[in-house]
């Protein structure tokens, strides 16, 4: 997911990440796929002309990011306050992972 949304502003001119990152926040937080659908449309809707890699790289990597609205990363760190509270967070995400993708988690020793 993390690297879904990095990637996508690979694509961005640096001016409009900042309206983008709001526009895109719904897609990824979104209740559930429909809503994360109707609001992708939207996204599309608005820089699919001006940046179609970014549409084609959503589109081609939609079945892998569906999984995601499932688990309990939407809130991650309400307060914006820092990273802390975001590391604690996505504990109990991280571990829904390890079970769900098992083999495709490895731990790195931090």
């Known amino acids: 997911m993390i690297h879904l949304i990095r ?8 001016k409009y990440w900042d309206q983008m990152a709001r526009d895109l926040r719904p897609v990824y937080t979104a209740p559930s796929e429909a809503a994360a659908k109707e609001r992708w449309g939207e996204f599309a809707g608005k820089w699919g002309q001006q940046y179609p890699a970014i549409i084609r790289l959503w589109d081609n990597a939609w079945s892998e990011f569906v999984p995601f609205l499932d688990y309990v ?17 996505w ?4 571990n829904a992972f390890a079970i769900t993708f098992e083999g495709r988690i490895t731990p790195t020793g931090n």
Do not use: E, H, I, V
Request: glycine residues 6%.
């Open 7 to 14: 990637n996508t502003f690979r694509y961005a001119s640096r």
């Open 73 to 89: 990363t939407r809130s991650l760190d309400p307060t914006g306050r820092g990273r802390a509270r975001w590391a604690t967070r």
């Open 91 to 94: 504990k109990p995400a991280l």
